[in-house]
């Protein structure tokens, strides 16, 4: 079987996610790894919080303590939050680890001794009063746009223009609140992407037809404009330092790596931070180096990391001369907005994740995010559309057959699965559709379609209750009880195949249902076709118990509650 490497966006450490972000990186990773570990591949789900940068240490300013105590309780708080979405990833790390510097200066050595790096004198911004030259978003003033008084030195908030620190009126430090300000030249180093443009775009047109149309579309537009040499230092406190022995003058300047540099770079790092952990039986290289031909390299994101991971991360690893591992298949996502708008927290519009867990179980989230992810274009969350997938798909179309199905087994044959007829016309009949619907799914789950995908595993749930509608137990038992102990226990058995199946995205309800059945050696981690026709995993006299409630039915009074705590159509 295949070696999958998965990454997905890492997280950044300020704030708590919505659901939009989740969606668009880190649920889709987990669901395919979740696949293909059933499958028998050798999978590692990596991922990590995004830890440099200055919204970081402005956030810590905000709340008066170091950023590396900021982002280590950041990091717990979204690695808890993530563990109740139960994300199974191999290892979740962080860009501030020790294992990611080495690496990130390690790789900007071997691009400076490859002539990709240059020193370059730019005029900044510098602040008097606190002594240093500040990034632009140190720098706030009012928008000369929309009149803004607390825009960023590289862009407004409130009316989205891009701008320069020398464009703000009344221009400030945003350390100090001082405008003792004045430009003064400076140097920082630059990647020369432009001398590294041919080799990006023949490693992309090299594999980009295996990618999304999303994803190809992106990176061959920014191709097609030309890349341009790009600055990778800041002037900041945190980050990973530019190393002395090989920049030295910058070095005691205080420069570090700007955030989009070495974030890239810590797939890498957190890998060996995983490794680490067991050296012993963990060899990190044997993922990122010299693996071409037996690592395959999933990248899940939204759509505004696409130039980063298509182009700007392949041309920094091009430029090493070095056998590092480079992306095979970028999954790109487009925006979840909320009823046509985008989260806000401060205008209390969208659901945030720590919030979702609050009111609901993670599988709801999971499988509604996941049957609408916004693969073609843009999708908007409403909580009518929400409530309603809740009730149809969820309580009706899969809880409502267990329920009924193993309630109505125990009243009318015990706790024990019924033996009952031999398998007729209408068991070959449901073996044949239960095996066409799960190929459909593998199918979807294979190409990374995950709408399709979620579509197919919701037939396979409904071809159950066709089932059972068209046998009717509650009749049959009247005129023919073994007729009827055959149809309850083929039910049960299509409980145990939607537990497999249905595992990468409702993992949690997946257990419960597996948990159903007393089976001593239930160690099935899929579904063969020829399982799929016979329906036998789950023999007469199997004992078995009713588990609580899957999924409950959402009811109007909920849909307003959600709606008056998070907003909606009409906030």
């Known amino acids: ?37 059933q499958r028998g591949h050798e999978v590692l789900y990596i991922c990590a919080t995004d830890e440099h940068g200055t919204p970081a240490e402005l ?69 008097n009063a606190d002594g240093r030259f500040l990034p632009d978003r140190y720098i706030i003033g009012t928008c000369p746009h929309c009149g803004y008084d607390k825009a960023r030195g ?40 432009s001398a590294l443009a041919g080799e990006v775009e023949a490693w992309v047109d090299e594999r980009a037809d295996n990618w999304p149309v999303l994803a190809s579309s992106i990176a061959r537009k920014w191709l097609t404009e030309g890349l341009h040499d790009r600055a990778i230092t800041r002037d900041l406190d945190w980050g990973v330092p530019v190393p002395a022995d090989t920049w030295p003058d910058l070095a005691a300047e205080g420069k570090v790596f700007y955030v989009w540099f070495d974030a890239p770079i810590e797939y890498i790092g957190a890998t060996k931070e995983w490794a680490d952990q ?15 031909a037996s690592v395959h390299y999933t990248q899940f994101m939204g759509k505004d990391n696409v130039p980063f991971h298509s182009v700007m991360f392949p041309a920094t690893l091009l430029g090493t001369r070095a056998p590092w591992k480079k992306v095979d298949v970028i999954k790109a ?130 071809a ?28 049960m058995n299509l409980i145990h195949l939607y537990a497999v199946v249905s595992e990468p995205f409702i993992p949690a309800s997946a257990q419960k249902m597996r948990e159903a059945f007393s089976l001593e050696h239930d160690t099935a981690v899929w579904v063969t076709q020829d399982q799929a026709r016979s329906l036998t995993a789950v023999p007469a006299g199997t004992p078995f118990t009713i588990p609580p409630v899957l999924f409950a039915k959402l009811t109007d009074d909920d849909l307003e509650s959600y709606k008056e705590r998070f907003g909606g159509e009409s906030a």
């Open 1 to 37: 079987m295949a070696r999958h490497l998965i990454t997905s966006a890492l997280p950044y450490i300020n704030g708590i996610k919505h659901l939009g972000n989740m969606v668009g990186s880190m649920l889709p990773a987990d669901v395919y790894s979740r696949y293909l570990r």
């Open 59 to 127: 956030a810590a300013k905000e709340q008066g303590v170091p950023v590396d105590e900021f982002c280590t309780e950041a990091h717990h708080q979204q690695k808890a939050i993530y563990d109740g979405f139960n994300l199974a990833f191999d290892y979740f790390g962080r860009s501030s680890s020790p294992q990611n510097h080495e690496i990130t200066q390690e790789i900007a050595r071997e691009l400076k001794a490859n002539g990709f790096i240059e020193e370059r004198a730019i005029r900044q911004v510098y602040s």
């Open 154 to 193: 590289d862009q407004c908030e409130n009316c989205t223009r891009v701008l320069d620190p020398t464009d703000l009126i009344d221009a400030r430090s945003a350390i100090s609140g001082s405008s003792d300000l004045e430009i003064r030249e400076t140097k920082h180093l630059f990647l020369l992407q």
């Open 278 to 292: 067991d050296p012993e039986n963990r060899d990190w290289r044997s993922w990122w180096w010299k693996s071409d």
């Open 333 to 462: 996502f487009n925006w979840l907005n909320y009823y046509g708008g985008k989260f806000s927290t401060s205008q209390r519009r969208g659901v945030f994740t720590h919030d979702a867990l609050d009111i609901l179980p993670a599988d709801y989230w999971r499988y509604f995010m996941m049957a609408n992810a916004p693969e073609s274009d843009d999708s908007s969350f409403t909580w009518e559309h929400f409530t309603a997938t809740v009730n149809k798909d969820l309580a009706d179309t899969l809880g409502n057959f267990v329920n009924r199905v193993l309630s109505f087994s125990k009243k009318r044959f015990g706790e024990e699965v019924p033996a009952g007829a031999e398998p007729g016309e209408a068991e070959a009949k449901l073996g044949e559709e239960i095996a066409r619907l799960l190929a459909e799914y593998e199918s979807q789950m294979e190409a990374i379609q995950f709408r399709k995908a979620a579509a197919a595993l919701r037939a396979l749930w409904s």
């Open 464 to 491: 159950g209750n066709s089932y059972l509608e068209e046998k009717a137990p509650w009749l049959e038992i009247k005129t023919n009880p073994e007729g009827a102990a055959l149809t309850l226990r083929t039910a």
